[in-house]
């Protein structure tokens, strides 16, 4: 098997060329992971914001909160096109046109019914939205591939020591946006269960196999629940140069290690331990 990185590269290569591109202007459902969709819909948009033509992004149906409505027109723009996409990923899973919220701590808030997450980057937005009956958490990320000097200056802040030591040469642009991308999809799936900010260490990059599935693990506690050693997988896909990762947490997933059990990583043959 290619290593981590080579391997990856083909995977996500593969996935970019089972989708069209981000539609301008318009919602479009689009799965860009290799895995199934299950009682889980994706939309995504691509965006204007600095041409006056608003278009799609008029935000009639649903409540800007006052901090938004005040922020920057691009700022605007990313956070209504994010609604939009949530939206509509809604509409397509329970056929009501519903809008999330946005929290104090700016989470969004969704119905009791449906987790979902929502990322935008540059002129993009996407948002998944799933039944809660299912899943307990859901989190995807949208990120522009890095130019290798952006990946020098951000891997000591994505990565920890421990997997800068396991990397080794094996550090490069792709795998450095890989785990930044796959920490924040965790995050935005773990948060609103643990409700608890968790930084770049709080997890780490144990392997990858060649379905386009990357593996995170917890380095610590985050609550009783959730539990040093606990694995997520991480889906990742490509399109028009920006990574999408997603983690979708099913129900029943919390399963804390034994202690002293060997990592899952080690016990599955087509994970590649990194
Ligand atoms: C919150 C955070 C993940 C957002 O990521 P980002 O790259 O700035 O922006 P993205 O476009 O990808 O995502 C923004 C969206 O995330 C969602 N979001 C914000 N805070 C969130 C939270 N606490 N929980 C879940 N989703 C959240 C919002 O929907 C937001 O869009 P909106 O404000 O328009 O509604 C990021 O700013 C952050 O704080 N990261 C540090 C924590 C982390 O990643 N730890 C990793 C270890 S597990």
Same mark, same amino acid.
């Given at each position: 098997?290619?290593?981590f990185s080579?391997g990856?590269? %083909?995977?996500?290569?593969?996935?970019?060329?089972?989708?069209?591109?981000?539609?301008?202007g318009?919602?479009?459902?689009?799965?860009?992971w290799?895995?199934?969709?299950?009682?889980?819909?994706?939309?995504?948009?691509?965006?204007?914001?600095?041409t006056?033509?608003?278009?799609?992004l008029?935000?009639?149906?649903?409540?800007v909160?006052?901090r938004?409505?005040?922020?920057?027109?691009?700022?605007? %723009?990313?956070?209504?096109?994010?609604?939009?996409c949530?939206?509509?990923?809604?509409?397509?899973?329970?056929?009501?046109?519903l809008?999330?919220?946005?929290a104090?701590?700016? %989470?969004?808030?969704?119905?009791?019914?449906?987790?979902?997450?929502?990322?935008?980057?540059?002129?993009?937005?996407i948002?998944?939205?799933?039944?809660?009956?299912?899943?307990?958490?859901?989190g995807?990320?949208?990120?522009?591939m890095?130019?290798?000097?952006?990946?020098?200056e951000?891997?000591?802040?994505?990565?920890?020591? +421990?997997? +800068?030591?396991?990397l080794?040469?094996?550090?490069?642009a792709?795998?450095?946006?890989l785990?930044?991308?796959?920490?924040?999809s965790?995050?935005?799936?773990?948060?609103?269960?643990? +409700?608890r900010?968790?930084?770049?260490?709080?997890?780490?990059?144990?392997?990858?196999?060649?379905?386009?599935?990357?593996?995170?693990?917890?380095?610590?506690?985050l609550s009783?629940?959730w539990?040093r050693?606990?694995?997520?997988a991480?889906?990742?896909?490509?399109?028009?140069?920006?990574?999408?990762?997603?983690?979708?947490?099913?129900?029943?997933?919390?399963?804390?290690?034994a202690?002293?059990?060997?990592?899952?990583?080690?016990?599955?043959?087509?994970?590649?331990?990194v």
């Amino acid at each position: 098997m290619p290593d981590f990185s080579t391997g990856c590269g %083909a995977m996500i290569a593969e996935t970019g060329a089972r989708n069209a591109s981000f539609p301008p202007g318009r919602l479009q459902e689009f799965w860009p992971w290799l895995d199934e969709p299950a009682d889980c819909r994706c939309v995504a948009m691509r965006f204007s914001w600095n041409t006056g033509n608003t278009g799609p992004l008029e935000a009639s149906d649903f409540d800007v909160p006052p901090r938004i409505a005040r922020a920057a027109p691009r700022r605007l %723009a990313e956070f209504v096109a994010g609604r939009r996409c949530a939206g509509e990923a809604l509409r397509l899973l329970t056929g009501r046109t519903l809008f999330p919220g946005q929290a104090e701590d700016r %989470a969004p808030v969704w119905s009791e019914d449906i987790v979902g997450s929502i990322s935008h980057s540059r002129d993009r937005a996407i948002a998944v939205a799933g039944r809660s009956e299912r899943y307990r958490g859901l989190g995807v990320d949208l990120e522009t591939m890095l130019t290798e000097t952006e990946a020098r200056e951000i891997a000591p802040q994505v990565l920890t020591e +421990r997997e +800068r030591a396991r990397l080794g040469r094996r550090i490069d642009a792709f795998t450095v946006g890989l785990a930044f991308s796959a920490k924040e999809s965790l995050f935005k799936a773990l948060y609103p269960i643990v +409700r608890r900010f968790c930084g770049f260490d709080a997890s780490e990059l144990a392997g990858w196999d060649s379905e386009g599935t990357a593996l995170l693990r917890l380095t610590g506690d985050l609550s009783p629940e959730w539990c040093r050693g606990q694995e997520f997988a991480v889906h990742l896909g490509c399109l028009d140069g920006f990574l999408i990762t997603r983690v979708s947490i099913e129900r029943g997933q919390a399963r804390p290690l034994a202690e002293g059990a060997a990592p899952t990583a080690q016990r599955r043959d087509h994970i590649v331990p990194v």
